[in-house]
């Protein structure tokens, strides 16, 4: 499966900071648990490249 293959598995995700200072992912579906954990910075720079994928796809979605 790549990026771009639509899927219909269904997952939670939640984010947020450990007491010991990272930035948790944490991903739940069908009964598998998946945290994953980076320092600050690494999390910012998942964040602007979030960020930056979401207005890409905007741009897409607007030229459609």
Do not use: C, H, Y
Request: glycine content about 6%; charged content about 25%.
């Amino acid at each position: 499966m790549g990026i771009n293959t639509e899927s219909d598995l269904a997952a939670n995700l939640q984010i947020g900071p450990t007491s010991s200072g990272m930035v948790r992912l944490f991903i739940e579906a069908d009964g598998v648990e998946v945290p994953m954990d980076f320092d600050p910075e690494e999390a910012i720079e998942i964040a602007e490249e979030i960020r930056a994928a979401a207005e890409a796809a905007q741009n897409l979605k607007s030229q459609a």
